[in-house]
Structures are given as structure tokens and as C-alpha cells.
């Protein structure tokens, strides 16, 4: 399968993000929360390209996930910062790969314990298709359907580039995107 | 022998003692009770991790600090508290431990914090509850006290992250105490390279330097150049048992006072677990001065007691392997 | 009841035999060994090809728990226990509720245990009144009522006065005392012993000197009143030390190691295991090993089992608040014939110290197969292998630190008497 270049989708989803942000009533009232890893790191482009000097924070939701029945805390959480008030903004939301969304639940969950938003873009990378929930992103870069044996992971590399791996255990073998 | 703390699968099962357990599992301890320092900052200090969970304190000897953190941390998590001061309940009537213990298990609690007079009670506690229990050490006897031990090693990590090249003195008395016994595990395991203990003879267990710590009975020669001081807490009995003649002769030898702190590095961290005897084990403007972190010590006795109970609230994480397709636990896959 | 024990090897280490021969008992006593008497005819007879025909076992130290403490044990469980461990005469301590100090109390401890007739009892008197250490009991009256020593069983004599005057009046008439030597302030509220392990679990332990400043004491005082005592259920390698010294210089004293004592040591407690709370307390390696060195070269003169059956609720409890003691009439010959293994001895060894020894030390007949004397017999397989579980075990009492392992070494046959009080199958 070939998979598509993550630098071109993150440019893509930006220019989306930014039409979001000119309709919004005051940019003062916007702000960026990343999900940990891959929504972080897009998150950072993200605002370097913009150059805005907006409140942005990161969520883990670690705490909120619906399977710590089943599979305990994971052990490399890392904590949540949301420095800003949430109370009124009109956050976008920003994940690397959207699947089940029951990720983007927890999110929503935790923020909701920060205060109560105006509103919420949720925006990714690539939707996988595979939602299990009444819960869709608003912004994507591209929609690449996946089955459940397969894997997708974003990776960000020493320089700060982007690379999209791909691990097929429905076929027996792995794919690497090349860039 | 097999180490009754851990599952089949080396996770943690019952939080009993320090001794014993891996430096991993100390680590996730401490690595996850940062997450927690968060929540307690924020405005609405819970997360639903324990909800619908039961979690009971069986106090059988009386602590309100102790049992008060317990509480909170286990409220933080979203779970409901039961308290037990058994001193005034069914014990008290004749009723065994393990009586009191399987009502409470019949009423479906699924978490124990158990705090006992002798030794080895949470270690008897955890042989007789089923599967689904986990029991947390909040104190047995003069054995351990290890989420005191860990909140120490947090707060020593949080001013000092370089643990593997300080020196820490425990002053006090070691003999009785089950905080300096889990302090001294939890420092010789996360790999510090010195470990001090300073006091007199009469206060000190036979054969403590086996549990890797050089012995003082100078302040003088104990505090020289040291990062942390852990103070410990004298009781009156001590008096009374021919330990020790007074009080007073004891704040002059081995109670911190200023002058003492100054033989330690300028920038040493001064602790003590609580309730402090001002003018007894150490002076009040130590306690209150710069170098004390006793008061964020309390504040992360709560976070780290989150991380415990939440470590031990979930199923086994072995069980994981049949949920759900390959995408086990992979950063940047969200589900 | 005429009895043929063929095919078996005969150890009777105080006759100095162990070779195969035949044994031959008739009215319940030994009427041949080898040789066949005249006119001979069994109505029985045992095949103990494989087996070891010894006397029956002679213990130091049961606890029976009659008068008194029946949720624990009764007589008839206890007997059972020691017919099914081998053992034919054994010695209670007189801590039984009420305490062993009346005459009236020891008769009809007696009595109850001849209509048993499981194994012959000796009771150990109260050496003070109450075991309180302050006034002497009727010590004539109770030798007469059939008590074979004085003991206090675990309360020490604090006033030295008193001791001194006790041993010097049971010296006047020549009895035995038996004495578990150990200070009552050093060990106070102690349960396992002072040392590492003790500190790691943070249980108030009880130096080896306690031991051996009561050794010491006890010592002197027996040489100056010439009193004959026997030192109960040593445990330090000091104490083992005491007493080859005592020995030496002529002192009137004998000493035995309780069975546990010999094979474990404080680190068996592990997890706070309190099926290993025992009084006294066990020990380091060294001390063990000391010990199992002196039995070996006769400072310590036999093996007890130290049976102290303790009800399941008494031990479910934090290790300091659980009751002390174990189960170990059952355990006496296995973990004797493992002592002597592991010292590279024989088994005769190991049967002299639970046999003629303790016979030797409570002045009694028995111990050995001498033509003439009672027939009590333990025959025993050495090599069978069996599992410590509760329902392997007679005794009332579960309590063993060798719960759930396997030891080598069963009885299958006791007889008391001439009559089989014990068959297993």
C-alpha cells in the first residue's frame, strides 16, 4: 500500500486550521490542545507555521481512557498541560490518527474537567477509518480505510520530519512508506 | 520464595513493603504519581480512573493524617471511601482480623489500605483476600510504611533528580520506625549511593548496616556534606523503655537545629513524615526555614498515593492481549 | 498376645545391636530377640521385611493440652499423634490450665492416659506454685503422684533467690530439674531472634544472650546446689558452648535441641510465616549448625520434638500476636533421621538420641529392647517419603513451619506394651 507523504497532509490540514481560525469571532477566544505523541508534534508545526501566539496545551487522557479495567495505566504517561482557561475558547483539537474515537472521548472528557469550551475542532492527520463511536473529525488530511490487523503509526525523526509507518499482520508483512 | 507483591506476570498485586520489589515497579510508581501533581493543581481535582470503585481504610490503629491522604487520594481517583477505625468497632468486641476482613469482602470492597500495630499484618491481610483485592501498607508495626517511603524518594527526586550521586542521613529512631526501614529500601534500591543513619545505639536495629547503610552516632560526622536529611520522629515511650534518660538530652545530641544543618551542603533538603516534636528531633525555624520541604512532602504523599492506588485499581494488564486487533498500547495510533 | 516381628534390622543403640533379627513378644514383653524362645507360637505376626524394628521413641516434651486447653488438642488426639510418630513415653510440661502443681491434677492425668493406654505419660511437675516463680510446690507428693522432674515449662524464675532455693531443695531429694534456660527481661515481648532478618521485618527480637546469661545463672547455681538439671530446647551456639565447658568441669547436666531447631533457621519465617513463632525462637545458621555439632559430640544428649499443637485461630494472626509453637510428634523420627544424614551419622545415631538418651534423662524404663523390658516398639520405614499435610497429621494440631513439604521417614507399626497402638496402611 502506498502511503501518503505526512509532510504534505500536515500542510494541508494547516491551511484548514487556518480557515477555521478566520471564522471564528476573536482569535483571542481560540486556542491548540496537541494529544500526546503525534498530536503534540503536529501541533508544534502547526503553530510555527502560523506564527500565532495563541494558548496551546497538551492532553495525555491517559487518565480517562475506557479500558484501564482491562489494561491499567499505561507506564509512560505523560502529564497533561492545559495552562490556559478553557472556560469560553474554541479549542481545535489536534491528534495524528483518528481510528475508534474513543481517544478523542478521553480528550474531550478531560478538557470538559478544565472548564467548559465554546466549541471543539477536532483535527488529524488521517482518519483510518474504524470509528466506533458518534464521534468524526472535522479537519483531515487524507482517509486511508485500515482493517484491524493493520497499524499506523506517525514518527517524527531527529530532523523534525514527519514519516507514516505501516504494520500489516493481515498480510504477514510490513510495508514502509518511502518519502 | 515468591514474592507475594507481584503477579504472575511481575506487576503489582499488593503494595505491602518496599523490600523486595524491582526498581522498575518503584520507577512506574514515581513516574506515574507525576501525572497526579497535575490534577491536584487544577480545579476540578479528580479523574474517573476508580469510579464505582470501593476502596476501604481498615485502620486498626488510629491515624487521622494517614488515613485523611488515603481518603483523598482515593476520592481524587473518583472512587468511594469506607473508613474502619476498628478500635472502636467489631474488633474491639473479640472479632478476629480475618473476621473483619471477609464482612468487608462480602460487601464487595475492592481495595484495602490497611494500617496495624505489628508487624506482618498487611502481609497476612494480603494471603487471605481473593484475587480481585489488592491491599495497600498504610503502617505494620515497626515494618513498612512504603508509600511514606515512596513520597520521600519523589520528593528527594523532585528537588535532587540526580539520585545516584547523593547523600542522604536518616536521623532518628530507626529501631521503631517502619518509615526510615521502607526510606532505607526505597533509597538503596533507586541506586543512592550513600545512606546514613544517625543514632545512638540504644535507637538502632541489631544488624542495620546489612540493610546497606553506614552507621553514625556524631551528627556532627553524620551530617557532614550531606544532600537530604530525613528526620524522624521520637516517641515518648522511648523514655520510658530505658532507651533514652530525656528529651532534652536528646534534642542536644541528635536534634536539628540550625548550626547542625549548616554541616550539611548549603542547598540540603531537610524532611521529616509527621507529626513533628518541635524541640524534640529537630527546631522549629529548621522546620519552618528554606531548606524544609516538609509541607510539599504532604502534597505529594497525596499524588503518590493516586499513582499506587491506581497501579492496583485495574485488571491485569496481561488480559489485554485478546481486546481488540494488534494495535496494542502504540503511541500515535489512536483508537 | 504372643507377637513375631520378622525380617526386620534391630537397632537398639543402647544394646548396641544393628543387624537382622527377629523379635519375639509375649504379655507384652520382649521375650527374644534372634532367638526364638521354647514353645513359641504367634498369634501375630508383623512383616517388617524393609523396616527398622526400634524402641518405641522417647519425647522430652509434649504438650497435650489436657487439662485445660481442649479447643487446641485433647489427651486422645495427642496419644494418637504420639502412637502414630513412634513415640511410646513422653513427658508433658505442667503449663496446662490449671497449672500441673497438685498432686490430685497429676493422678488424674495418670489415669486418664493409662485407660488410653497410647503411650506411656510422664508429667513434668510445676517447680513453683502457678509456675509464678514465687513459692515451691509439694515436690515429694508429686513424685510420688508419678511427676518425674520439675519444670517451669516457658516462665522463667526471675528471683534468683527462689531459683537457687528450688534447685537446692530438689537436690535434697535428688530430682531433676528441667529448665528452658532463658532471661525474662532480655526476651520480653520478643518473638523471633535478634538479628537481621528480625530488624528487616521489624519484630522486637530476643538476643542470644538471653539465653546465655540464664545458661550461665542456671549453671552456676546447679554446680554449687549439685542439683541435677536438664537445660530444655537449647538454641544458641553460645549455649551449646555452656554447657561442653559445664560438662567438662563435672557439672550434673544434660541438655537436649528441640527437632526444628536442628533444620531451620530465622529466615524460614520468611513472609512472616507464623507457623515458625516458636519459643525459643529459631535461630541463625550458625546457631543451627552448632547445635546439630553438639549432638553430635554428645555436649547435647537427645532430640525432643517440642510438640506444641496450636489451633488453626491462634495462628491466624499477625506473626507477634499468633500463639507460639508446632506440631512435632509426628515429625520427631523424620526430622531426626534428616539430622543425622546431614551430620553423615547412621541411623542408630539418630534413633539413640530419641530413645535410650531421654529415657536416660527422665529415669524411666524404656528406650531400649532388652529382653525382659516392656515391649514398646516403633518400626519404621526410613525411606518412605510422605507429604506434611493436615490430614496426614493426627495431632489436633496443623501447626508445622513444614506444612505442604515432604520429609522421609514413617512408622508403620507402634506397639505399647506388647499391644499395636498404631498400624498405617
Known amino acids: 500500500m502506498q502511503l501518503p507523504n505526512p509532510e504534505t497532509l500536515l500542510t494541508d490540514i494547516t491551511a484548514k486550521i487556518q480557515a477555521q481560525l478566520n471564522q471564528a469571532p476573536s482569535i483571542e477566544q481560540c486556542a491548540f490542545v496537541g494529544i500526546h505523541s503525534g498530536g503534540v508534534w503536529l501541533m508544534q508545526r502547526i503553530l510555527n507555521t502560523l506564527k500565532l501566539d495563541i494558548p496551546f496545551g497538551t492532553l495525555d487522557a491517559a487518565l480517562y481512557r475506557d479500558d484501564y479495567a482491562q489494561r491499567g495505566l499505561k507506564a509512560q504517561s505523560k502529564p497533561s498541560n492545559i495552562a490556559f482557561n478553557v472556560q469560553d475558547k474554541h479549542i481545535i483539537l489536534i491528534d495524528d490518527i483518528f481510528y475508534t474515537g474513543r481517544t478523542t472521548r478521553a ?14 475542532t477536532l483535527a488529524v492527520l488521517i482518519n483510518r477509518g474504524g470509528a466506533e463511536l458518534p464521534i468524526f473529525p472535522n479537519i483531515v488530511g487524507a482517509d486511508i480505510l485500515l482493517n484491524a490487523k493493520q497499524s499506523l503509526q506517525l514518527s517524527q525523526d531527529t530532523k523534525g520530519k514527519l514519516h507514516l509507518s505501516l504494520e500489516d499482520n493481515s498480510l504477514e508483512e510490513s510495508d514502509t512508506a518511502n518519502d | 520464595m515468591i514474592n507475594p507483591q507481584l503477579d504472575s506476570d511481575g506487576n503489582l498485586k499488593h503494595l505491602l513493603t518496599i523490600e523486595g520489589l524491582p526498581k522498575r515497579i518503584l520507577n512506574q510508581i514515581l513516574d506515574t504519581a507525576e501525572t497526579f501533581v497535575g490534577v491536584a493543581e487544577r480545579d476540578i481535582k479528580k479523574v474517573p480512573l476508580l469510579r464505582g ?7 486498626f490503629e488510629n491515624s487521622t493524617r494517614t488515613r485523611t491522604t488515603f481518603e483523598i487520594a482515593a476520592k481524587r481517583l473518583s472512587a468511594d471511601v469506607i473508613n474502619l477505625n476498628v478500635g472502636t468497632s467489631s474488633q474491639s468486641k473479640g472479632e478476629t482480623i480475618l473476621d473483619t476482613v471477609d464482612n468487608l469482602i462480602a460487601m464487595h470492597a475492592d481495595m484495602f489500605v490497611v494500617r496495624h500495630s505489628q508487624s506482618g499484618a498487611a502481609h497476612f491481610i494480603a494471603q487471605h483476600v481473593p484475587d480481585n483485592i489488592s491491599v495497600i501498607n498504610a503502617g505494620d508495626g515497626r515494618h513498612a510504611h512504603p ?156 499524588a503518590v498515593r493516586m499513582a499506587v492506588m491506581a497501579l492496583l485499581g485495574s485488571g491485569s494488564p496481561s488480559s489485554l492481549q485478546a481486546i481488540g486487533g494488534g494495535n496494542v498500547g502504540q503511541a500515535g495510533n489512536s483508537r | 498376645m504372643k507377637i513375631h516381628i520378622k525380617n526386620g534390622r534391630v537397632i537398639d543403640p543402647k544394646n548396641k545391636i544393628d543387624a537382622q533379627h527377629d523379635v519375639y513378644i509375649a504379655a507384652g514383653k520382649i521375650v527374644g530377640i534372634g532367638n526364638k524362645p521354647a514353645d513359641f507360637t504367634a498369634n501375630q505376626t508383623i512383616d517388617a521385611t524393609g523396616l527398622i524394628v526400634s524402641p518405641g521413641f522417647v519425647d522430652l516434651s509434649a504438650r497435650l493440652r489436657e487439662p485445660g486447653s481442649e479447643y487446641s488438642a485433647t489427651l486422645v488426639s495427642e496419644l494418637n499423634a504420639a502412637a502414630a510418630g513412634g513415640v511410646t513415653s513422653l513427658a508433658c510440661t505442667p503449663d496446662t490450665q490449671p497449672v500441673l502443681d497438685e498432686p490430685g491434677l497429676v493422678e488424674m492425668l495418670k489415669y486418664r492416659a493409662k485407660q488410653l493406654n497410647l503411650a506411656h505419660v510422664y508429667p513434668l511437675g510445676a517447680l513453683t506454685r502457678q509456675l509464678e516463680g514465687k ?32 534447685c537446692e531443695y530438689a537436690s535434697t531429694f535428688g530430682f531433676t530439674l528441667f529448665l528452658r534456660a532463658e532471661d525474662d527481661y532480655l526476651a520480653k515481648n520478643g518473638v523471633a531472634h535478634d538479628g537481621e532478618l528480625a530488624s528487616r521485618l521489624g519484630l522486637k527480637g530476643i538476643p542470644a544472650a538471653a539465653e546465655c546469661l540464664a545458661i550461665a545463672s542456671i549453671l552456676r547455681i546447679a554446680r554449687e546446689t549439685n542439683t541435677k538439671i536438664h537445660l530444655c530446647r537449647l538454641s544458641t551456639a553460645e549455649g551449646v558452648n555452656l554447657v561442653r565447658e ?50 553430635k559430640d554428645g555436649t547435647l544428649d537427645a532430640i525432643c520434638s517440642d510438640h506444641t499443637p496450636v489451633n488453626d485461630d491462634a495462628k491466624l494472626l499477625p506473626f507477634t500476636e499468633s500463639e507460639a ?74 501447626n508445622t513451619p513444614f506444612l505442604g513439604l515432604e520429609v522421609m521417614g514413617k512408622v508403620q507399626y507402634t506397639l505399647l506394651h506388647g499391644q499395636i497402638t498404631y498400624q498405617s496402611f
Open chain 3, 325 to 398: 509453637g508446632a506440631t512435632g510428634l509426628e515429625l520427631l523420627l523424620p526430622l531426626a533421621l534428616k539430622w543425622a544424614e546431614n551430620q553423615k551419622l547412621g541411623i542408630a545415631e539418630a534413633i539413640a538420641k530419641i530413645t535410650h538418651q531421654p529415657a536416660q534423662i527422665l529415669g524411666i524404663n524404656g528406650g531400649d529392647l532388652s529382653v525382659g523390658c516392656d515391649a514398646d516398639v516403633a518400626i519404621f520405614n526410613p525411606e518412605k517419603i510422605w507429604k506434611v499435610t493436615p490430614s496426614e497429621l493426627k495431632s489436633h494440631g496443623k
Open chain 2, 147 to 302: 508509600t511514606q517511603g515512596l513520597l520521600d524518594v519523589f520528593t528527594i527526586r523532585r528537588y535532587k533528580p540526580d539520585m545516584h550521586n547523593l547523600r542522604v542521613a536518616l536521623v532518628g529512631d530507626v529501631l521503631h520506625s517502619r518509615v526510615a526501614r521502607s526510606e532505607i529500601h526505597a533509597l538503596t534500591t533507586l541506586g543512592v549511593p550513600e545512606v546514613r543513619v544517625i543514632a545512638p545505639k540504644t535507637l538502632l536495629p541489631t544488624d542495620v548496616e546489612k540493610l546497606g547503610v553506614q552507621v553514625f552516632h556524631d551528627m556532627k560526622a553524620g551530617l557532614k556534606d550531606v544532600d537530604v536529611i530525613m528526620m524522624l520522629r521520637l516517641q515518648n515511650e522511648r523514655m520510658n523503655g530505658a532507651m533514652l534518660p530525656s528529651a532534652q538530652e536528646y534534642f542536644k545530641t541528635f536534634g536539628l537545629t540550625q548550626d547542625k544543618l549548616q554541616l550539611a551542603k548549603p542547598d540540603a533538603i531537610v524532611m521529616h513524615p509527621g507529626p513533628m516534636n518541635r524541640g524534640v528531633e529537630i527546631d522549629s525555624c529548621v522546620a519552618d526555614g528554606d531548606q524544609s520541604v516538609i509541607l510539599p512532602q504532604v502534597t505529594y504523599g497525596i
Open chain 3, 135 to 166: 513459692l515451691l510446690t509439694e515436690m515429694c507428693k508429686l513424685t510420688e503422684a508419678g511427676c518425674v522432674g520439675f519444670s517451669q515449662a516457658d516462665e522463667a524464675i526471675i528471683d534468683t533467690q527462689v531459683l537457687w532455693r528450688a
Open chain 1, 107 to 120: 480528550a474531550m472528557n478531560e478538557l470538559f474537567d478544565y472548564g467548559r469550551p465554546a466549541s471543539i
Open chain 2, 53 to 59: 470503585k470501593t476502596v476501604c481504610n481498615i485502620f
Open chain 3, 246 to 295: 559445664a560438662k567438662k568441669q563435672g557439672v550434673q547436666v544434660t541438655a537436649d535441641a528441640s527437632a526444628h531447631h536442628l533444620h531451620l533457621t530465622d529466615f524460614d519465617i520468611g513472609f512472616f510465616n507464623s507457623h515458625a513463632h516458636l519459643k525459643p525462637p529459631l535461630r541463625s545458621m550458625r546457631d543451627k549448625e552448632a547445635l546439630c555439632q553438639g549432638l
